[in-house]
């Protein structure tokens, strides 16, 4: 395996900021903590004052490709703790000095705060959600926890959990919702082919997209099934297309089969990144009643190609809805109002919403600057 992916470290040293990411996935992952991470890693490494960012990774799937021209994404950290732990050991004992230590998961934080302390560097911790909602079961995280000097949290509401158990003033926290690329979506023509694929001719498509994963039963998925039989009734060409795979993919198909639904209802597996724009097309109306998202991105993503969408009062979703003004929210556990949300989306034209701009991509690297630029200037 080769040890490292990205700048040759026998090169000489360059003038500007190194920083040391430890991270579970990015470059080789799935799913929405992998893509945040490589929007952080493609964002640190776009600012100018960065000469090198080090990333190691817990998980990846080989041979990677796309990486930032200023990444060293140490690929000897895979393969279990001994490696991760091993090549670790290899950055804190290399004669190149970091600036920084970027903990891109809270139960990584005993070895960021460790590496922080070796380094003598301020420590960036980032939060997502449930993960940080509630006080770790793990000893050492709890421990550690507390020694950041910055926190990031991708929501408001990930920053409010996390301050209820964990001390830390306002001044050294900031918000940092996830990235949209806009250009990678917007509004196109419904694929035919994707469409027959999944028997949508001639229906009135509603989706939800994520994990179908058994310790993650707060999506929403639960909640639209219990209300389609209610649809059906109003709107009997509706089929409700769960996107995405998963363990719990079984209960949810026994469901919508108790509920006779069945033929309502389309599971389609795991779906590849470069389909993710046009199964998202194939959608009328994105819905996601959520109840323990962090923030929720994929209703960015639905909104990025035009699809009326609708969250949660309950959770991050409400924030990547920036409160109403671009999707509607529901009370999840109020089904009446979820059944009159899910007809109204239906119901209207596909449009991007004035103000999705709020996350692009350019908004999310300046955001995560400034914050780098305050961390380095002053430590708490």
Same mark, same amino acid.
């Given at each position: ?22 991270? #579970? ?6 799913? &929405?903590?992998?893509?945040?991470? @490589? ?10 004052? #960065? ?9 990846? $799937? ?7 021209? %200023? ?7 895979? &393969? ?15 004669? @190149? ?15 960021? =705060? ?23 079961? $793990? ?31 306002? #001044? ?6 996830? =990235?949209?690329? *806009?250009?990678?979506? +917007?509004?196109? #023509? ?6 027959? @694929? ?31 039989? !209610? ?43 470069? /389909?993710? =724009? ?15 998202? &962090?923030?929720?991105?994929?209703? *960015? ?17 409400? /924030?990547?809805?920036?409160? &109403?003004?671009?999707? /509607? *929210? ?19 034209? %596909? ?8 996350? !692009? ?16 200037? +002053? $430590?708490?």
């Amino acid at each position: 395996m080769d040890h490292a992916v990205g700048i040759d470290e026998t090169a000489p040293p360059t003038r500007g900021r190194r920083i040391l990411v430890l991270l #579970t996935d990015a470059f080789g992952g799935h799913g &929405g903590i992998a893509l945040y991470n @490589r929007d952080v890693l493609r964002a640190l490494c776009e600012d100018p004052d #960065t000469a090198e960012v080090v990333a190691l990774p817990r998980l990846a $799937r080989l041979p990677l490709s796309d990486l930032p021209e %200023k990444l060293t994404f140490d690929v000897s950290a895979l &393969g279990g703790t001994i490696a991760y732990l091993r090549a670790l050991g290899g950055q804190l004992m290399s004669n @190149r000095p970091f600036d920084a230590v970027y903990c891109a998961h809270i139960n990584l934080m005993p070895l960021a =705060a460790l590496a922080a302390r070796i380094l003598r560097v301020p420590l960036i911790l980032a939060i997502y959600g449930i993960d940080a909602w509630e006080r770790s079961p $793990r000893r050492l995280v709890r421990a550690a926890v507390g020694r950041a000097d910055r926190v990031l949290s991708i929501s408001r509401i990930t920053l409010d959990r996390f301050r209820s158990w964990q001390s830390y003033p306002e #001044t050294v926290c900031a918000l940092m919702p996830n =990235a949209i690329h *806009l250009d990678e979506f +917007g509004i196109g #023509t419904r694929d035919t082919a994707l469409a027959a @694929r999944y028997g949508l001719d001639g229906h009135r498509v509603v989706m939800t997209f994520g994990r179908l994963a058994g310790n993650e039963r707060y999506k929403g998925f639960d909640e639209v099934l219990e209300a389609m039989p !209610a649809l059906i009734g109003q709107m009997p060409d509706i089929v409700y297309v769960i996107a995405g795979d998963g363990g719990d993919r079984g209960r949810l198909e026994e469901k919508a089969a108790s509920l006779g639904i069945t033929d309502h209802v389309v599971f389609t597996g795991m779906v590849a990144e470069e /389909e993710k =724009a046009a199964l998202y097309r194939l959608a009328d109306a994105y819905v996601m009643p959520s109840r323990g998202e &962090g923030f929720g991105f994929v209703l *960015l993503e639905a909104m990025a190609c035009g699809v009326p969408t609708i969250g949660s009062t309950l959770d991050g979703g409400r /924030e990547a809805l920036r409160d &109403g003004m671009l999707g /509607e *929210l529901v009370d999840p556990a109020d089904r009446a109002a979820l059944i009159d949300a899910i007809v109204r989306a239906l119901d209207k034209p %596909k449009v991007i919403p004035a103000g999705l701009d709020y996350f !692009a991509f350019p908004e999310f690297s300046r955001r995560l600057k400034d914050a780098i630029d305050r961390t380095l200037v +002053g $430590r708490r």
